[in-house]
């Protein structure tokens, strides 16, 4: 039997947001290897998936990702646009979820501890979700698990446009063989660092010592 002090935490994240709005303001981008960001010395801020393939990702010198796919459409962006889609979801978010925090434009976690005794937590998260996807026409993933952080991995590994719950006691097991750069703020230059020690994945750490990875 669940313990009443376990907790539940869902994080939600829209899906390659700014270029799911700019689809929305213009079809024809649909389909296509497309990010918005530009100019030789600007980053990509966001990047379709279709993109992606190519190795483009968020935070890329604009110059590397063309490199990568130089067929990619480059899109200056709207930012007040992503400013009221991202109103609209929190809205919806707002009028539903009992308590929430907003993490970035884009990003949001939901402390659904206790409603279990009421709702199935999982339902209630995929009604939520649909919900959202059906009023604003955005894409969006979920991750249902005990903490913050697995909820967020959970959402990455869920993504595109899905969702994944991690039962309680089962997240050794489901983080142990993902790479370690999986974990929220591990970097490219501390991945390699710890590459370097021979550590590729959750699992590599936690049998490590404190001193060794010190």
């Not at 966001?46 to 604009?62: I, L, N, Q």
């Not at 995929?126 to 991750?143: H, N, V, Y």
């Not at 697995?150 to 050794?172: S, V």
């Not at 590459?195 to 404190?210: H, W, Y």
């Amino acid at each position: 039997m669940k313990k009443a002090s376990q907790r539940i935490i869902a994080h939600f994240d829209l899906d390659s947001f700014f270029v799911s709005v700019e689809i929305l303001l213009n079809p024809s981008l649909k389909g296509k290897a497309a990010f918005v960001g530009g100019g030789e010395r600007g980053v990509v801020a966001a990047c379709s998936y279709e993109a992606r393939k190519f190795g483009v990702h968020s935070g890329m010198p604009s110059k590397k990702a063309l490199q990568l796919c130089p067929h990619a459409i480059v899109i200056k962006g709207t930012r007040g646009e992503y400013s009221k889609y991202s109103r609209w979801v929190t809205q919806i978010i707002a009028d539903k979820a009992p308590l929430f925090e907003k993490a970035s434009i884009d990003e949001f976690y939901l402390d659904l501890t206790g409603m279990d005794t009421f709702f199935n937590p999982l339902q209630w998260t995929i009604d939520l979700r649909q919900q959202i996807m059906a009023e604003t026409k955005l894409p969006i993933s979920f991750g249902l698990g005990s903490n913050k952080m697995i909820a967020k991995i959970a959402t990455n590994a869920a993504k595109p446009n899905g969702y994944l719950q991690i039962p309680f006691g089962k997240e050794k097991e489901f983080l142990a063989p993902m790479a370690v750069n999986k974990i929220p703020g591990v970097g490219d230059q501390t991945y390699d660092i710890l590459k370097a020690m021979g550590i590729v994945t959750i699992e590599d750490v936690s049998l490590r010592t404190k001193d060794e990875l010190e």
